[in-house]
Structures are given as C-alpha cells and as structure tokens.
C-alpha cells in the first residue's frame, strides 16, 4: 500500500518538470560506471567484459520505448530486488510525510528514490542488468506495484551493465525526439565525466545509381544537347544522369557531451580561447567577456568556479521581473538551478558563470537549500572573487573605462547595500570633478590632491553635469581651492548616504547648511560680526516669506551670488527630492514629508543687493519695496 500511494505520489505530484527523470537516470548511470572504474583501479580484470566506459540513449520510436544504457557495474538478481524492489527502504514512510507537508517532489533524489522517477514519463518500466558476478536479469514492474525478476534469455547479452527500457506514456513520446533528448541532456547532464551517446534513426538522401532502362530514356532525352555541348563537359555531365536521390534511414552514434568541464582543470593549463569559448558557449554572448576569473575553494568547504564579466549591460539588467542571477549551480557536474538567489547578491547580477560544489546536498527541494549554510559561504566567498576580478580590470585603464560605463550603477547599488564590502567598493567609484574635468576621477586621487587644511570630501549632487557646474554653491569652494565632486547619477544619492567617509574623511555635501570651510580667526571673526548686524534684516525676510523657509540665516557658502536656498542637514538634498517625485510609485504624504528638508534661504553678507535691502529695512521695515524685493 505504502508503495502505491507512494508512486501515484511521484506520478502525479506537484512535478511541474518531467524531463529530471533524464537527469536522475543519466546520473545513476554515471554512479554505476564509477563504481566500476575504482574497482578497475585496484583490479584490471573487472573490464574484461567491457572496457569502454559509456551511457548510451536509444530512443526506439516504433515501440515507444528510451532506452537508457550504460556499461557500468550493473546488478545482481539480489541487487535488484533489494535496490528496485523496495523503495528507498527507510526513507519511504519519511519521504511520504515530507512531501505531504511542502508538496514538493523534487525532494525525490534525497531519499535514493531518483530511479523512480521514470514513472514520470513510463507506465512500465524494465532493468536488464548483468553483473560480472552473475547471470544476465530483467527487472520488471509496472507503476511500481509489483514486479518480476526472471533470467533473461531473451535479450542479447550486454557484456556488463544495465540497460533500462521506459515503455513511455502516450502523452510523453516526445521523448523520443532526438532534438528533446538532446535538449534535456545539455541543460542538466552535460557535465557528466562519461561520454553520453545518442543512437538514433535518421532520414538521408542518397544518390545511388540509375537501372539501364531509365537511363536509355534518359539518354534520348539529351541526345540533342549533347551534340551541342563541349567533349569535356560531356564528360562532367555523364556520372550525374546515372544517379538518382532515394530516401534511405541509416543509424547516427552522436556524443552529446562534448564541452567538458573547464572548470575541474588547473588554471594555468588553460588558453585564454579556451575561457572564451566556454563563456560563449554558457552565456550565447558573442562578444569575449572583458574578465575571467577561475578558483577553487578548499578547507571546511570544496567548490570550483569561473566567473565572468561580460563586455556591455544587458538591456533588462536592473528589471524586476528578469531571472535574479546568471550564476549557474552545479553539484559533481550536475545542474542543479540557475535562478538560486541566495549564491549571489543582487548587485552583482550581471556577472555570469558556474559554480560547482562537491558538498551541496543534492536534489534538495529549494526551501531547504536557501537555509543551507553552504550557500552562505559560497556567497560570500564568490563577492570576494567578483571584487578581485573588478580590481584586475581596473588596472587596465581602458577596460575600466569600458566596465564603469556598462557597470556602475552595479557598483554603486554595491555600495549602497553591502555593508562589508563598502570600503572595497569605494575604490571603484569615479566622478568628474571641478578640478578633473576631462576624466572621472577616484576618490583615492581626490584625496591625494586635498590640500591641508582640507577636512572633508566635498560633494554635490544634481540632475547633470551642466546643472551642478554652474551652482552658486561653487562659489566659494572654488575661490578657497577646494576640489568638489559631481555626483550626478540618480543612484548616486543613494551610495552616499551609506558611503559616509572615504579614508577616514567625511564626505560632505556642500548643498546643505551647517557646512564648515576650514576659515582662518580672522575670517571667521569677521563674518560673526556680519552675522549680527543682519541679524533685523534675517527676521524681518523671515517675515515676510512666512512659511516659504524654514529659517533665514547668513551664510559664508557664496561669494558672487545675493543668495542661496539651502536644505536642512539630516533630510534629503534637493536633487534627492527630485529623485523622489520622479518615482512613478512613490508614497504620497508618507515618507516624503518626514524626509523633504526644511529650505533655508542663506544671504551672502556683503552682497550689493544684501547691503541696500538692510539699509531700506534699517529706514522703514514696512516699506513695499523691501517686501516686493525679498519675493523677488
């Protein structure tokens, strides 16, 4: 009973994909041969019944039946009852709860029941298996009720290994397709160390040669043509009227598994085409990738990888709805996913490539592999490789240019994000400056360039390049020597918040009040009595703009410009509010009104405008000119 509520289980069970039942089978298959290549090792003799290590695909489409053949170990009479006759003993009842509780089948390898999942595609299955230690045996059951094991006698003898016949649904003889075969073959076994091999019947034109008869009607036809034509062509002419086309069936031996795992070989014994052809071969990008990176992991933990980043973004890189990552898992050679969220952070989602774990527990339903604590140590250690690739390429001043341009809104999500990573990532980072120009600068060069009394890392941020270059808030930075950094991408309001210091110095925006120049005592002095003789003048504009401002203070940040609108210090700056509005989906009157700053409007103290407009508040604070003036 157990074992018929089990099957209907894997038959009918939540299995959105049938086609694993290739991938369990061909890794059984690749189990088997194992198995009897380190007996090999310790006794030679075991290959005497074969010594070609392969599996085979027939598809038999005029039976229905895929035969799967392999020249493994293969299987005694009490092999295949204990293997194949009960189901994964203990794990049966286990297996059956735990189903029952996630609905989830893809569990199925963890409890040795991979072989089973033949039922996804077969109503009746067949082993024949022969064994260097016993006779040649059918195994035989249908949907797993009952089965039958007898002597075989009828089927040629296979040498050793085992030969398992899927006589195949009616709804699922597409599986006797070749291009299907090879189809599921490339995505999940196409690793495997084991030559898979693909038998099929395939329809060829031939010439074969003309019967006399019709070639004498033929040859009338042509006897006024011939006449005509040159001895020479006469001659090229003759061998094609004896032939005609027939259509004939001839048997193909193809190996589907030709690529082999690049990544189980030492990095120094590979070309760099050889990467290249990999990459083109795993991504479909014509373009080389611009960096390769290939390492293997030990200790606690064994995984090989090679990642690589591509030349240009792919159009879709930052949508929502595209697959989340191109890193591809495997475990010993077997595809596993390619959509697994947890191996890489989403920043990182247009580095591409494999990684393959010797550790993993296999065929784990997701749920289960996304608390794997080894996915947690791959994870990090894959960030630490993608940082060193991006420090290679930067060494190389034209390729660098080439990976910001493509990728760095990537790294500045980076820094946004990933908070152990933020100093490393900082060194990425390149903005145009007001004393660089003509090519981005690093923050490292900003910093080497500061002059002494220089405490802070100034920047600005605003919608381009033309937009911050002509701000007042240059004014006086400029005239003191002080370098200020252009932050114009969108994306870039968000890094900084988290980016607050680079090398132990803060960064800061001149935009917003409670600014600090590094002034001498005499400069500062001067200014605090400025600051209090527009002391009336600050209440009175205070007044009259009522709630337009926050405060009117006086204000150092300019030297050519009256005044200046500046935003408190803890809020948004004012290109960040911009950002904000221009978000199709933002909150109305949540967020936006908490974190929109308080404007304050600053006046530049000896300022021809600034000057008249206290004298006339010093004469008559209600004249209309004053008021009509500071609206202005």
Known sequence: AEISQLMSLIVNAVYQNKEIFLRELISNASDALDKIRYQSLTDPSVLDSGKDLKI?????????????????????????????GTIAKSGTKAFMEMVQETKDASMIGQFGVGFYSAYLVADTVEVISKHNDDEQYIWSSSAGQNFTVTRDTVNEPLGRGSEIRLHLKEDQLEYLEERRIKEVVKKHSEFISYPIHLVFQKEVEKEVPVDES????????????????????EDEEKPKQKTKKVKSTETVDEELNETKPIWTRNPDTIQKDEYNAFYKSLTNDWEEPLATKHFSVEGQLEFRSILFTPQRAPFDLFEGKKKRNNIKLYVRRVFIMDDCEELI???????????????????????????????????????????????????????????????????????????????????????????????PTSLKDYVTRMPEKQKYIYYITGESRQAVESSPFLEVLKRKGFEVLFLVDPIDEYAVQQLREYEGKELKSITKEGLELEDSEDEKKKFEELKKELEPLCATVKEILGEKVEKVIVTDLISESPCVILTGQFGWSANMERIMKSQALRDSGGMSSYMASKRTLGLQPTHPIVRELKAKVAADKNDKTVRDLVNL
């Open 56 to 84: 085979t695909i027939i598809p038999d489409t005029a039976n229905k039946v895929l035969i799967i053949r392999d020249t493994g170990i293969g299987m005694t009479k009490a092999d295949l009852i204990n293997n194949l």
């Open 214 to 233: 019709e070639e004498a009607g033929d040859e009338e036809k042509d006897e006024g043509k011939a006449k005509i034509e040159e001895v020479e062509d």
């Open 345 to 439: 952070p989403e920043w990182l989602n247009f580095v591409k490539g494999i990684v393959d774990s010797e550790d993993l527990p296999l065929n784990l339903s997701r749920e289960v592999l996304q608390q794997n604590k080894i996915l947690k140590v791959i994870r990090k250690n894959l960030v630490k490789k993608c940082i060193e690739m991006f420090t290679e390429i930067a060494e190389d001043k034209d390729n660098f240019n080439k990976f910001y341009e493509a990728f760095s809104k990537n790294i500045k999500l980076g820094v946004h994000e990933d908070s152990t990573n933020r100093a490393k990532l900082s060194e990425f980072l390149r903005y145009y400056s007001t004393k660089s120009t003509d090519e």
